[in-house]
């Protein structure tokens, strides 16, 4: 920027111009490094109505009768009327000139806009504290304790407010005796900072007073200070007198008609005024230049940058990714210099560079071309691959969760010079291991402070070094304070290093994109996209983030942020995976935003979120299976025993790693797995060493139910070798552990895969007895028929003794029995027992109140189940139709029973019109197929329309038991006219 462009330039002295343009970068630069302090004298205030110096001492004069004086007696005539008249008329008559409304200007707006760090003034009035908000006033030495604020004000001469003014001779000469405090603060602040003094002349006491001051301190190799001063001349060149650089500026003389003037004084305070804001104007200009040249190295120190960080370096810029899913940039012409980004566009692995100059023109740059490589390049090229090629063998173990090869990779690479020690860092936080990652990011730090290296990268390294400190002691408020102390020690501007580390400017922007996305693919109904689908546009994303994050050594998972865009990627994908509807999948096109099977980083970033949270979406979106390929799965199973591994490393942590654990169980059960697959899976869950807890009964964790869910799915695939092992597991297992549910799972498929049946023998039976009545019906369908009536014998006693409902359904609908006519009014008394008045429950605790619900449910499940099933007796069954408890309908009607019930009680009379969706999905599969085998009408009728209704709805319709009945029950029909 051009002197001319503010006015100085009519000095028409060349070399003037060029030094006062080089003056005010120097001072912009000083600014922008929080090393500007103004002094600020009474000629900015003069423009507001305020007296200066000489005016005020004129009052004094005039009250001691002298008529002219020098400037010489400014010191000694305020000294005089003090000794003679005292303090009290003394103040009086400085007080009276400075009484009044006053109003900041011009020249006070733009040191607010300036946010200098310190400000100095001899002034006594309040126009600057009236302009700039939130600085620490400093008029005393009393004040200096007390201050809070990283940016201060000092009236060195004090206040009316304190009676403290310096304005006589005397109070020069006693400065530092009365302000010990504050001159030493100001002597420090003109050996370390750049002092500009403005509303001062050269001549001005004050200043020679402070230049006289200070001269015994300064030396040659300090910092000069800076005076501006006026001219009319129109050749004037600045001066350099000692210890102060002297700034002449011409008055500017345009727009004088903008107002009209009194006289010409008033003229020309205002010109005054008009060129020192713009003078200051053009520093503070100058200065947001020096911060836009600037601002960006930290993108030129990051090891990986996102579309957004790239946006930000020119907002005309996007990638997008070619067929073979290289990363392409496109940018516009106005992205200037950008060989200088040449090693962060190879490092963040973009292949190629189109910059469009005009609609028929484009220019192709491609990072490190062998086409104009020098040997330097090349050298630098083959560096950078390298590097690459590490940061990709480490990322593959945190993919695996594979620590054992992570930290083998560590000992080899940690002393190398070209490893980006970011990806350690990363995975070591990654891994749970704090301390080893704070141990590395520290000795980055001292090994930067040392070698005085770039301040962006130490501020970087400090900003990963809080959020490793925050995982530690979780003050993050004290860590974040001082993370800013650090920063402000380097920098005095917010710049965009300041917003990626407190404003988490990539993450902000980034998950905003996914939230767009995700409504995008939402509510998104077409089958072709012009550009680049939503869901293409998120796994590119997805990608983008992870490895922003891990090559720049941010843990992710540090941030909510983080969480919420993990959140809404796996949302996007099980939108795009359950919306495989029938008419898009019969259009002649392929939908780009569709997604048929998942990639094995999908499944890595599911292992991101929490288990409740990723629970959570798979139920929201009735995800019972999920499609990849036979390798991923086989990688998957891999990941599961390298979690063990990295468990096993240190069990203390296992509440740390248990969501890694979870998830990975919960996605296998979701799968469909070869046999060979499923022998390798539980091959690595039996060689855990902590593998009870896919057998116990552990409300904390979700892996006891996942695991009966991968049992069930794999029906096919069990075999003796697996009842053999899990019976062998079960039996190891303490009494009151055992998951109830699990057994009744492998007991069940034990008696369909038709097993082998079990001897009676000392292990089992002393197994079965020290347990419970529930898990020794469970063994009644796999021991042999000799120990089979023994043992229902014992179960039968007992339920004769004490009706155990549970138990009682269970032996009913196995089969095992009959139904006991002596239970009958038995079961009565416990409904009468159980579905009491509300009443009388009002005094139950919470856990008290859970159990009678619990009594509730299994009640009226043993009563569905076995009317369903038609196990109960006529005689019962008359019983019931009598039976007359409100509070037993009530909850009927509460859980949806009424007509199920009504059927129960009269099935030959019974209007299957009634039928709804919530009555047959109560069915069992052969309960449906029996009940389309009475071949009544109406109840076919409601049956089709529930199945085509599922169908036509695009529901989950796999595992349906209407469904498969209905088809399997059509099938039968055909089979039989044929």
Same mark, same amino acid.
């Not at 919960?666 to 799968?671: G, H, N, R, Y």
């Given at each position: 920027?051009?002197?001319?462009?503010?006015?100085?330039?009519?000095?028409?002295?060349?070399?003037?111009?060029?030094?006062?343009?080089?003056?005010?970068?120097?001072?912009?630069?000083?600014?922008?490094?929080?090393?500007?302090?103004?002094?600020?004298?009474?000629?900015?205030?003069?423009?507001?109505?305020?007296?200066?110096?000489?005016?005020?001492?004129?009052?004094?004069?005039?009250?001691?009768?002298?008529?002219?004086?020098?400037?010489?007696?400014?010191?000694?005539?305020?000294?005089?009327?003090?000794?003679?008249?005292?303090?009290?008329?003394?103040?009086?008559?400085?007080?009276?000139?400075?009484?009044?409304?006053?109003?900041?200007?011009?020249?006070?707006?733009?040191?607010?806009?300036?946010?200098?760090?310190?400000?100095?003034?001899?002034?006594?009035?309040?126009?600057?504290?009236?302009?700039?908000?939130?600085?620490?006033?400093?008029?005393?030495?009393?004040?200096?304790?007390?201050?809070?604020?990283?940016?201060?004000?000092?009236?060195?001469?004090?206040?009316?407010?304190?009676?403290?003014?310096?304005?006589?001779?005397?109070?020069?000469?006693?400065?530092?005796?009365?302000?010990?405090?504050?001159?030493?603060?100001?002597?420090?602040?003109?050996?370390?900072?750049?002092?500009?003094?403005?509303?001062?002349?050269?001549?001005?006491?004050?200043?020679?007073?402070?230049?006289?001051?200070?001269?015994?301190?300064?030396?040659?190799?300090?910092?000069?200070?800076?005076?501006?001063?006026?001219?009319?001349?129109?050749?004037?060149?600045?001066?350099?007198?000692?210890?102060?650089?002297?700034?002449?500026?011409?008055?500017?003389?345009?727009?004088?008609?903008?107002?009209?003037?009194?006289?010409?004084?008033?003229?020309?305070?205002?010109?005054?005024?008009?060129?020192?804001?713009?003078?200051?104007?053009?520093?503070?200009?100058?200065?947001?230049?020096?911060?836009?040249?600037?601002?960006?190295?930290?993108?030129?120190?990051?090891?990986?940058?996102?579309?957004?960080?790239?946006?930000?370096?020119?907002?005309?810029?996007?990638?997008?990714?070619?067929?073979?899913?290289?990363?392409?940039?496109?940018?516009?012409?106005?992205?200037?210099?950008?060989?200088?980004?040449?090693?962060?566009?190879?490092?963040?692995?973009?292949? +190629?560079? $189109?910059?469009?100059?005009?609609?028929? #023109? !484009? *220019?192709? =740059?491609?990072?490190?071309? @062998? %086409?104009? /490589?020098?040997?330097?390049?090349?050298?630098?090229?083959?560096?950078?691959?390298?590097?690459?090629?590490?940061?990709?063998?480490?990322?593959?173990?945190?993919?695996?969760?594979?620590?054992?090869?992570?930290?083998?990779?560590?000992?080899?690479?940690?002393?190398?010079?070209?490893?980006?020690?970011?990806?350690?860092?990363?995975?070591?936080?990654?891994?749970?291991?704090?301390?080893?990652? +704070?141990? $590395?990011?520290?000795?980055?730090?001292? #090994? !930067? *402070?040392? =070698?005085?290296?770039?301040? @962006? %990268?130490? /501020?970087?390294?400090?900003?990963?070094?809080?959020?490793?400190?925050?995982?530690?002691?979780?003050?993050?408020?004290?860590?974040?304070?001082?993370?800013?102390?650090?920063?402000?020690?380097?920098?005095?501007?917010?710049?965009?290093?300041?917003?990626?580390?407190?404003?988490?400017?990539?993450?902000?922007?980034?998950?905003?994109?996914?939230?767009?996305?995700?409504?995008?693919?939402?509510?998104?109904?077409?089958?072709?996209?012009?550009?680049?689908?939503?869901?293409?546009?998120?796994?590119?994303?997805?990608?983008?983030?992870?490895?922003?994050?891990?090559?720049?050594?941010?843990?992710?998972?540090?941030?909510?942020?983080?969480?919420?865009?993990?959140?809404?990627?796996?949302?996007?994908?099980?939108?795009?995976?359950?919306?495989?509807?029938?008419?898009?999948?019969?259009?002649?096109?392929?939908?780009?935003?569709?997604?048929?099977?998942?990639?094995?980083?999908?499944?890595?970033?599911?292992?991101?979120?929490?288990?409740?949270?990723?629970?959570?979406?798979?139920?929201?979106?009735?995800?019972?299976?999920?499609?990849?390929?036979?390798?991923?799965?086989?990688?998957?199973?891999?990941?599961?025993?390298?979690?063990?591994?990295?468990?096993?490393?240190?069990?203390?942590?296992?509440?740390?790693?248990?969501?890694?654990?979870?998830?990975?169980?919960?996605?296998?059960?979701?799968?469909?797995?070869?046999?060979?697959?499923?022998?390798?899976?539980?091959?690595?869950?039996?060689?855990?060493?902590?593998?009870?807890?896919?057998?116990?009964?552990?409300?904390?964790?979700?892996?006891?139910?996942?695991?009966?869910?991968?049992?069930?799915?794999?029906?096919?695939?069990?075999?003796?070798?697996?009842?053999?092992?899990?019976?062998?597991?079960?039996?190891?297992?303490?009494?009151?552990?055992?998951?109830?549910?699990?057994?009744?799972?492998?007991?069940?498929?034990?008696?369909?895969?038709?097993?082998?049946?079990?001897?009676?023998?000392?292990?089992?039976?002393?197994?079965?007895?020290?347990?419970?009545?529930?898990?020794?019906?469970?063994?009644?369908?796999?021991?042999?028929?000799?120990?089979?009536?023994?043992?229902?014998?014992?179960?039968?006693?007992?339920?004769?003794?004490?009706?155990?409902?549970?138990?009682?359904?269970?032996?009913?609908?196995?089969?095992?029995?009959?139904?006991?006519?002596?239970?009958?009014?038995?079961?009565?008394?416990?409904?009468?027992?159980?579905?009491?008045?509300?009443?009388?429950?009002?005094?139950?605790?919470?856990?008290?109140?859970?159990?009678?619900?619990?009594?509730?449910?299994?009640?009226?499940?043993?009563?569905?189940?076995?009317?369903?099933?038609?196990?109960?007796?006529?005689?019962?069954?008359?019983?019931?139709?009598?039976?007359?408890?409100?509070?037993?309908?009530?909850?009927?009607?509460?859980?949806?029973?009424?007509?199920?019930?009504?059927?129960?009680?009269?099935?030959?009379?019974?209007?299957?019109?009634?039928?709804?969706?919530?009555?047959?999905?109560?069915?069992?599969?052969?309960?449906?197929?029996?009940?389309?085998?009475?071949?009544?009408?109406?109840?076919?009728?409601?049956?089709?329309?529930?199945?085509?209704?599922?169908?036509?709805?695009?529901?989950?319709?796999?595992?349906?038991?209407?469904?498969?009945?209905?088809?399997?029950?059509?099938?039968?029909?055909?089979?039989?006219?044929?």
């Amino acid at each position: 920027m051009g002197c001319e462009e503010w006015g100085v330039g009519e000095f028409g002295v060349e070399k003037g111009e060029k030094m006062l343009e080089q003056d005010v970068r120097f001072l912009a630069e000083e600014l922008e490094k929080g090393k500007l302090v103004v002094f600020v004298g009474a000629g900015v205030s003069k423009n507001s109505g305020l007296p200066d110096w000489k005016e005020l001492i004129k009052d004094y004069a005039e009250y001691r009768g002298i008529k002219e004086f020098t400037s010489k007696q400014f010191l000694t005539i305020p000294e005089e009327v003090f000794e003679r008249y005292g303090s009290l008329k003394y103040y009086e008559i400085a007080e009276k000139r400075f009484s009044g409304k006053y109003v900041p200007n011009s020249v006070h707006r733009i040191l607010k806009k300036m946010k200098l760090t310190y400000i100095i003034t001899t002034n006594y009035d309040t126009l600057i504290e009236d302009q700039i908000e939130n600085l620490q006033i400093v008029s005393k030495d009393e004040d200096l304790p007390y201050t809070n604020s990283n940016r201060m004000l000092i009236k060195m001469h004090g206040d009316f407010k304190n009676k403290n003014i310096v304005l006589k001779k005397s109070d020069y000469d006693n400065y530092e005796k009365n302000f010990p405090l504050i001159s030493t603060l100001i002597k420090g602040l003109f050996t370390t900072n750049t002092v500009l003094f403005i509303g001062y002349s050269y001549n001005d006491t004050n200043v020679q007073q402070i230049m006289n001051w200070i001269k015994d301190i300064l030396k040659e190799e300090t910092r000069k200070a800076f005076l501006v001063e006026f001219t009319e001349e129109d050749e004037k060149e600045e001066q350099n007198d000692g210890h102060i650089n002297r700034i002449f500026l011409k008055l500017l003389n345009n727009n004088d008609d903008e107002r009209l003037y009194d006289n010409e004084e008033e003229k020309f305070n205002n010109k005054y005024e008009k060129t020192l804001t713009k003078f200051l104007s053009n520093i503070y200009n100058k200065k947001i230049n020096v911060i836009g040249e600037e601002s960006f190295e930290i993108y030129k120190n990051l090891n990986y940058l996102t579309e957004h960080n790239w946006k930000k370096l020119s907002k005309y810029s996007e990638i997008y990714i070619d067929k073979d899913w290289k990363k392409i940039l496109n940018i516009r012409l106005e992205f200037k210099d950008i060989e200088k980004y040449e090693e962060i566009l190879f490092k963040s692995r973009i292949k +190629k560079v $189109i910059r469009n100059i005009n609609r028929n #023109e !484009k *220019e192709i =740059l491609i990072p490190f071309s @062998e %086409k104009e /490589i020098t040997p330097e390049r090349k050298k630098q090229k083959e560096n950078l691959e390298e590097l690459i090629g590490i940061e990709e063998i480490f990322l593959e173990t945190i993919y695996d969760y594979d620590y054992q090869n992570f930290q083998n990779l560590v000992e080899e690479y940690i002393k190398s010079n070209n490893i980006n020690k970011y990806v350690i860092v990363y995975g070591y936080l990654f891994f749970k291991k704090i301390y080893e990652a +704070k141990k $590395i990011i520290e000795s980055m730090i001292k #090994e !930067k *402070e040392d =070698l005085n290296d770039e301040n @962006e %990268k130490i /501020i970087w390294d400090n900003f990963i070094l809080t959020i490793i400190n925050t995982r530690i002691d979780y003050d993050i408020r004290k860590n974040k304070e001082t993370l800013e102390d650090k920063y402000f020690g380097y920098f005095k501007s917010e710049n965009e290093l300041f917003n990626e580390i407190f404003k988490y400017s990539t993450l902000e922007a980034i998950n905003k994109e996914m939230n767009r996305l995700f409504d995008e693919v939402r509510i998104e109904k077409r089958a072709s996209y012009v550009g680049t689908p939503p869901l293409d546009q998120a796994i590119i994303l997805s990608r983008d983030l992870f490895y922003f994050c891990s090559l720049n050594g941010i843990f992710g998972n540090s941030f909510s942020l983080y969480s919420e865009f993990m959140k809404k990627y796996i949302e996007i994908l099980l939108v795009s995976y359950t919306n495989k509807n029938v008419e898009l999948k019969n259009q002649m096109f392929e939908n780009r935003n569709l997604l048929e099977e998942f990639e094995y980083f999908d499944f890595f970033m599911m292992l991101e979120l929490s288990y409740s949270d990723l629970k959570k979406l798979f139920n929201e979106y009735t995800i019972k299976d999920l499609k990849c390929k036979e390798e991923i799965s086989d990688r998957l199973i891999v990941l599961l025993k390298n979690i063990f591994d990295w468990i096993e490393e240190n069990d203390k942590e296992f509440m740390e790693k248990k969501d890694a654990l979870e998830n990975v169980i919960l996605i296998i059960s979701k799968l469909d797995l070869t046999k060979n697959q499923f022998k390798n899976l539980f091959n690595v869950i039996l060689n855990y060493k902590n593998n009870s807890i896919f057998f116990e009964d552990n409300p904390i964790l979700g892996i006891v139910n996942n695991f009966r869910i991968i049992t069930y799915k794999n029906f096919k695939n069990l075999n003796k070798e697996f009842f053999d092992k899990v019976l062998e597991k079960i039996f190891s297992i303490d009494r009151n552990r055992i998951d109830e549910n699990l057994l009744d799972y492998i007991t069940y498929y034990f008696n369909k895969k038709e097993m082998p049946k079990i001897l009676k023998n000392d292990r089992i039976e002393n197994f079965i007895n020290k347990n419970n009545l529930k898990i020794k019906c469970y063994f009644l369908r796999i021991i042999d028929e000799t120990y089979f009536e023994e043992l229902k014998n014992e179960i039968l006693k007992e339920i004769k003794n004490t009706l155990n409902i549970e138990v009682y359904s269970f032996l009913l609908n196995q089969k095992f029995i009959d139904f006991i006519p002596e239970t009958e009014d038995k079961i009565l008394e416990e409904l009468d027992e159980i579905f009491q008045k509300k009443d009388s429950n009002k005094d139950l605790n919470v856990d008290n109140l859970v159990n009678l619900i619990s009594k509730q449910e299994n009640i009226l499940d043993f009563l569905l189940v076995s009317g369903l099933n038609d196990r109960l007796p006529i005689s019962f069954i008359e019983k019931l139709s009598n039976y007359k408890n409100e509070e037993f309908f009530k909850s009927l009607k509460q859980y949806k029973l009424e007509i199920l019930w009504k059927y129960i009680l009269n099935q030959e009379n019974f209007d299957f019109s009634e039928f709804t969706e919530n009555e047959l999905e109560k069915f069992s599969k052969t309960g449906i197929k029996n009940l389309l085998k009475k071949n009544d009408k109406k109840l076919i009728k409601v049956i089709r329309e529930y199945v085509f209704s599922k169908i036509k709805n695009n529901d989950n319709i796999s595992m349906n038991n209407v469904i498969e009945a209905y088809f399997e029950w059509e099938s039968e029909k055909v089979e039989t006219s044929k």
